[in-house]
Nanobody, 126 residues
Framework: QVQLVESGGGLVQAGGSVRLSCAAVGRTFSLYAVAWFRQVLGKERESVAA????????YYADSVKGRFTISRVNAKNTVYLQMNSLNSEDTAVYYC???????????????????WGPGTQVTVSS
């Protein structure tokens, strides 16, 4: 397994931008994919974006397409989520998740990931 630590959350005004980072430590050679999920208190966790570790293929939820960009720097074992044009509906705790099992992978399914970070709060003020 790997350990994940998110950073970069905080308070941002509507229309603004923020970049989240997810640093992986441990068995990073086993990384297959990394994703971002978000959750609002009382609601289900939802997928936001994912990236395959080797090929760099990216996947996005419809709600964030064109506004969010996921990227990775393999040498730093770090994944980023650049979030632009933020609105109040983006307010949530954002979680980084990693798949190291290389099994059947559905990028948007939380069950596809075996390691999770503690989360970072992003609050968009209007």
């Amino acid at each position: 397994q790997v350990q994940l630590v998110e950073s970069g959350g905080g308070l941002v005004q509507a229309g603004g931008s923020v970049r989240l980072s997810c640093a992986a430590v441990g068995r990073t050679f086993s990384l297959y994919a990394v994703a971002w999920f978000r959750q609002v208190l009382g609601k289900e966790r939802e997928s936001v974006a994912a990236i395959s570790w080797s090929a760099g293929n990216t996947y996005y939820a419809d709600s964030v397409k064109g506004r969010f960009t996921i990227s990775r720097v393999n040498a730093k074992n770090t994944v980023y989520l650049q979030m632009n044009s933020l609105n109040s509906e983006d307010t949530a705790v954002y979680y980084c998740a990693a798949d190291t099992r290389r099994g059947s992978w559905n990028w948007s399914a939380s069950s596809s990931y075996d390691s999770w970070g503690p989360g970072t709060q992003v609050t968009v003020s209007s």
